[in-house]
C-alpha cells in the first residue's frame, strides 16, 4: 500500500491558462474521488468515479473543469481557462468501492493550485 | 443532503491540557461519521470512525469521540495534548449503507497545542 499519490504538488499559473492534475489512487481501489479546498475551509467534494465510470459531479464542477479516468486506474482533473478563484488545493481520494461502503477515504497530499 | 457544523474555528490549548472539538450535522438519513486530522501542506488522515455500535469510539493518537444522536453530535476529546497535535480537525459525514463513501466536511478546527 503505496497510497494516494498525487502531482504535481505545487502549480502555479497564469489566469487563462491550462492546467491538468493527475491522481494515483490505491492499487485495487476502485472509488476514486476529487475534492477542493480553499484556505481555511472544508474539502468540497467535486467527483467521483467509479471504475471508469463517472458516476456523480457537484455543481461546483463548471464546464471549465473535466475529469476522467479512462482505464479505471489514475485519474486526471483538467482545468481550462483558469480564474483566479480557481486557486486552491485540489484533493483526491480513494476507496475499496461498493462492497466496502463503509471503508473510510484515503487521501493524497494534495496538489496547490496558485492562479496569478 | 447531509451537512457538518464545526462550532470553533480555532481552539487554542495548553500543552497536557484536555480539548474538546464540536461537531454537529444535520441529515435525513442515517450517517456514518469520521474525524480527520490535517497537518500542514498534506492531504486528511483519518482519526476514527463510527459506524455502529457503541457510541463511544476510539482512535489513533489517544483521541475518542462520542456519537449522540438525539444531539446529532460527534464531538472529539483528548485528555492530554502535545505539541504534535497541532493540526486543523475535520468532522464529516457520509450515507450509511451502499450510498456511502462520499464525504461531506464541516469547516474545520485549527487546534494550536501552545507549550
Known amino acids: 500500500d503505496t497510497g494516494v499519490s498525487q502531482n504535481p504538488r505545487h502549480k502555479i499559473t497564469k489566469r487563462g491558462q491550462n492546467v491538468t492534475f493527475r491522481c494515483d489512487p490505491i492499487?485495487?481501489?476502485?472509488?476514486l474521488y476529487w475534492y477542493r479546498q480553499t484556505l481555511g475551509q472544508g474539502p468540497e467534494f467535486l467527483t467521483y468515479?467509479?471504475?471508469?465510470?463517472?458516476?456523480?459531479k457537484s455543481r461546483l464542477l463548471s464546464d471549465r473543469f473535466s475529469a476522467e479516468r479512462p482505464k479505471g486506474s489514475f485519474s486526471t482533473l483538467e482545468i481550462q481557462r483558469t480564474e483566479q478563484g480557481d486557486s486552491a488545493m485540489y484533493l483526491c481520494?480513494?476507496?475499496?468501492?461498493?462492497?466496502?461502503?463503509?471503508?473510510?477515504?484515503?487521501f493524497g497530499n494534495g496538489t496547490r493550485l496558485t492562479v496569478t | 443532503a447531509q451537512s457538518v457544523t464545526q462550532l470553533d474555528s480555532q481552539v487554542p490549548v495548553f500543552e497536557e491540557a484536555p480539548v474538546e472539538l464540536r461537531c454537529n450535522y444535520s441529515?435525513?438519513?442515517?450517517?456514518?461519521l469520521f474525524w480527520y486530522v490535517q497537518y500542514p501542506n498534506q492531504g486528511l488522515q483519518l482519526l476514527l470512525k463510527y459506524l455502529s455500535g457503541s457510541t463511544l469510539v476510539k482512535g489513533i493518537n489517544g483521541f475518542e469521540a462520542e456519537f449522540n444522536k438525539s444531539q446529532t453530535s460527534f464531538h472529539l476529546r483528548k485528555p492530554s495534548v502535545h505539541i504534535s497535535d497541532t493540526a486543523e480537525y475535520f468532522c464529516a459525514v457520509s450515507r450509511s449503507g451502499a450510498a456511502g463513501n462520499k464525504l461531506t466536511f464541516g469547516g474545520g478546527t485549527r487546534v494550536l497545542v501552545k507549550p
Open positions: 468515479f467509479q471504475n471508469e465510470a463517472q458516476l456523480e
Open positions: 492499487s485495487e481501489h476502485n472509488r
Open positions: 481520494a480513494s476507496s475499496p468501492g461498493t462492497a466496502f461502503y463503509n471503508s473510510p477515504l484515503h
Open positions: 441529515s435525513s438519513v442515517s450517517v456514518y
